[in-house]
């Protein structure tokens, strides 16, 4: 970290600190969202099989969202500890912390490629039976899982710049590859320029392109102008201390990327119990509401490095200041979001020319699940401050709650209604409001304790 983005972290008002790093991860994050919507607005116009092909999409998707999971998760915890280690003076370990992230990249990718090769099929297969959609299905994910190396490795070098104060470099790095991705999306999928079309497989390669270019420039920016962090060879050898340390912080934030996952997938096969229809439903309108949700997260990747460099430091003021306006500006982002869908549902679902039934659902959840926004936004600020305080089993619990225990049970449950008569379907979407709301009330039971705990005992 240079010097002057510490004594940024160290002097800056909270409020100016938080929006100076949050707002180029906020867009750094929706840029990230970008690449799925951009995807499924394509492939949705394919002549013939637009429909088909955005179900494609949403059934690769949850795997999709593991990676990001995955490389996110070690990239928060390796910010966070190198953070810590950098407020508390502690440049070896700050090294080490830095190069095992790297190793760890090159885990994580070894074993995307390896499902790619031999596990999209008989996973995609777990989803669907028709045999057009699992085609396409299994060509888009063995792509993605293949050529995983961009998202990967971006997830680490984004993280790492943001832990030092230098975020405006990964949203260039962000920037630079959606921009290619959403040139070369039409390009590829349609056949432009001279190139064959090539459907969801040039879905899939126009993303990983743009993945691996904002990978490059994250690495480059990385060398450049992290200068308080040493690098070297010897840094990236494995040392089992800091890879612990960096998941005791990362691991909780894993679980909870990766629960969005495995909810997502129960969620498309309860939903195929009622109807096709509602897979692609809500397969878009989840795409479409991560661009709200992707929002609080670049607040709440922002949110920990300022309250952990703190407690670090011991500053008691600015912690608590942080806790105070990580969770103001998220329910700010939240309520705007609320405005935005239920504003602007109808013509959103009408750009990607579903058919009258798909496209009525489609509108149905984003009305009603857009309710839930604000109790979503509360539950990722805390999750948040519990990653910066070492509350790490606290987050998980409301990973848990949120994404998994109030929301396969319950969306379980309302799909019996559908299914005696498809004029219920609607009321699966009441899941998420229930899960948040719930979910919100006990992590306001945690963030009492933690501040007791964690916050109170600082000078």
Excluded at 205 to 220: E, F, K, R
Aim: aromatic fraction near 10%; charge should be positive; proline fraction near 3%.
């Amino acid at each position: 970290m240079e010097q002057k983005s510490i004594t940024k972290m160290e002097t800056m008002p909270i409020g100016s600190l938080m929006l100076s790093l949050g707002i180029p991860m906020i867009i750094s994050m929706v840029l990230q969202a970008l690449y799925n919507i951009v995807d499924s607005a394509f492939v949705s116009n394919i002549p013939g099989m637009g429909e088909a092909a955005l179900n494609a999409l949403t059934l690769a998707f949850p795997v999709q969202m593991l990676m990001v999971a995955v490389g996110i998760g070690t990239g928060v915890g390796a910010n966070a500890l190198l953070s810590r280690s950098l407020g508390m003076k502690n440049s070896e370990k700050a090294a080490y912390t830095s190069g095992n992230a790297i190793f760890l990249g090159i885990i994580i990718y070894a074993l995307c490629l390896l499902f790619g090769i031999f596990g999209a099929e008989a996973y995609i297969s777990t989803q669907t039976s028709n045999p057009v959609i699992l085609e396409m299905a299994v060509d888009y994910l063995r792509i993605c899982c293949v050529a995983s190396i961009g998202i990967i490795f971006f997830s680490v070098f984004e993280k790492m710049l943001q832990a030092t104060g230098l975020s405006i470099y990964s949203t260039i790095s962000m920037i630079t590859g959606a921009v290619i991705n959403i040139v070369l999306d039409p390009i590829m999928i349609y056949g432009l320029l001279g190139l064959p079309a090539m459907g969801v497989k040039g879905a899939a390669y126009a993303t990983v392109i743009g993945q691996i270019v904002s990978a490059v420039l994250g690495l480059i920016f990385h060398i450049r102008f992290n200068t308080s962090v040493k690098n070297g060879i010897k840094y990236i050898i494995p040392r089992l201390k800091i890879i612990g340390e960096i998941y005791a912080i990362g691991f909780p934030a894993i679980i909870a990327q990766a629960l969005m996952s495995f909810m997502t997938y129960g969620f498309n096969i309860i939903l195929v119990r009622v109807d096709e229809s509602m897979v692609t439903a809500y397969g878009l309108y989840y795409k479409i509401q991560q661009f709200i949700l992707f929002a609080a997260f670049g607040l709440r990747d922002a949110i920990t490095p300022i309250i952990s460099f703190n407690s670090g430091m011991k500053n008691k003021k600015r912690v608590k200041e942080g806790v105070k306006y990580g969770i103001c500006f998220t329910l700010i982002i939240m309520l705007a979001g609320i405005i935005l869908i239920e504003s602007l549902a109808v013509p959103l679902a009408r750009i990607f020319g579903l058919s009258g039934s798909t496209e009525a659902l489609c509108v149905s959840a984003m009305r009603i699940i857009s309710i839930s926004f604000i109790f979503a936004g509360l539950n990722v600020a805390f999750q948040g401050i519990f990653q910066a305080l070492e509350g790490g089993m606290e987050s998980l619990i409301i990973s848990i709650c949120r994404q998994i225990l109030f929301v396969l049970p319950v969306a379980w449950w309302f799909s019996l209604y559908a299914i005696q008569s498809f004029d219920n379907a609607w009321m699966i979407w009441l899941t998420f409001p229930i899960a948040e709301f719930v979910s919100a009330v006990i992590a306001a039971v945690f963030m009492r304790r933690i501040y007791i705990k964690k916050i109170n005992v600082l000078k």
